[in-house]
């Protein structure tokens, strides 16, 4: 099994940033995906940044050049770096693992982000 805990959340003015981290414990053997998603209220779980085992990254085009997603191996750590924050990036930030060879997917428990216009 595996454990995430995401931190880092919070409120903030427009424009202003945040970094999110997801802490990972248990079984990770397998695991070569790792992402960041997000639930604003009454819309579904989006996508917003992803990390291969290799360090291919990809973004959501409503984030590309204000988020970077990265990963410190060594602390099992994945963070989600968020600058220029906009009123649309409030929701609920997820930490997702996965292992595609089986389909399996960990979640953490989510963190708030809240951005004040």
């Known amino acids: 099994q595996v454990q995430l805990v995401e931190s880092g959340g919070g409120l903030v003015q427009a424009g202003g940033s945040l970094r999110l981290s997801c802490v990972a414990s248990g079984s990770l053997f397998g695991i070569s995906l790792k992402g960041w998603y997000r639930q604003a209220p009454g819309k579904q779980r989006e996508s917003v940044a992803l990390?291969?085992?290799?360090?291919?990254?990809a973004y959501a085009d409503s984030v590309k050049g204000r988020f970077t997603i990265s990963r410190d191996n060594a602390k099992n750590t994945v963070y989600l770096q968020m600058n220029s924050l906009k009123p649309e990036d409030t929701a609920v930030y997820f930490c997702?693992?996965?292992?595609?060879?089986?389909?399996?997917?960990?979640w953490g428990q989510g963190t708030q982000v809240t951005v004040s216009s």
């Open positions: 990390i291969t085992s290799g360090g291919t990254t």
């Open positions: 997702n693992h996965r292992i595609p060879t089986i389909g399996r997917d960990f």
